[in-house]
């Protein structure tokens, strides 16, 4: 059991390669309890590298990566999920032969102390769309509803920590807003959430802080205040 004063999750010196290309460099960030931090900067930067880095997905080379008090570098992805971290990917990985109940079903894990619990019926109040489409399947799913079905799985394992990769990439308005609203509303939960994003006024709708990636490496941590505030900062690396 962790304290409750130190971060949720904390990443420090991550190095990471895609074959014998150093794709991450000395990469170091944290999330609060309750706290929504963004992931920043263009295509290519780092941001979804280092949420796979983080959950196992891609090897690392160096650094530590400490979840609720236990240090998580060595553990498979399975385990770290077990452990309360949910990811969601921007490809939206759905099982498109199964309904939207069966999808749901597939991420269901027992409640987690300290954690939000999650039911359909809970999600369906979240995501009224798709308490309206519960015996659809997901192949028959627009992308946006899509989206909705990969958060609404990976809440189904009452997580502590969600990492949210690019959230409003490729959907349509209506369900950018929805999803900004959805990610609030988790906050009030007290989920804490990491989501990578180049939209910066999705991340201002939604997030406490932020940290700016540029080719692997952490150029800007601050309040999203103080981002916006940053013009140079932000025509440089964000290309706003």
Request: aromatic content about 6%; cysteine-free.
């Amino acid at each position: 059991m962790s304290d409750s004063t130190e971060p949720m999750l904390q990443v420090s010196g991550l190095n990471a390669f895609y074959g014998r290309a150093q794709v991450l460099f000395d990469v170091g960030f944290e999330v609060g309890r309750g706290e929504v931090v963004a992931l920043m900067g263009r295509n290519g930067a780092g941001k979804s590298t280092t949420m796979k880095a983080v959950m196992g997905l891609l090897p690392r080379t160096a650094g530590t990566v400490t979840f609720r008090g236990t240090e998580i570098d060595a553990l498979p992805p399975y385990r770290i999920a077990r452990l309360g971290l949910g990811f969601v990917p921007e490809d939206r990985r759905v099982f498109g032969d199964l309904t939207v109940m069966e999808n749901l079903d597939t991420g269901r894990q027992p409640p987690r102390e300290g954690a939000p619990h999650w039911t359909p019926e809970r999600l369906f109040r979240l995501f009224p769309n798709l308490g309206e489409m519960r015996e659809r399947r997901a192949s028959r799913m627009s992308g946006g509803e899509q989206q909705m079905l990969t958060v609404s799985r990976t809440l189904m394992g009452n997580p502590h920590l969600v990492l949210l990769d690019e959230p409003s990439e490729g959907v349509a308005p209506v369900i950018v807003e929805q999803m900004a609203n959805m990610i609030l509303e988790l906050k009030r939960e007290g989920l804490s959430i990491l989501l990578s994003e180049q939209n910066l006024h999705f991340a201002e709708l939604v997030s406490d802080r932020a940290y700016v990636l540029e080719r692997g490496q952490v150029r800007f941590s601050g309040t999203m205040d103080e981002l916006a505030r940053d013009e140079a900062l932000r025509r440089d690396h964000l290309s706003v």
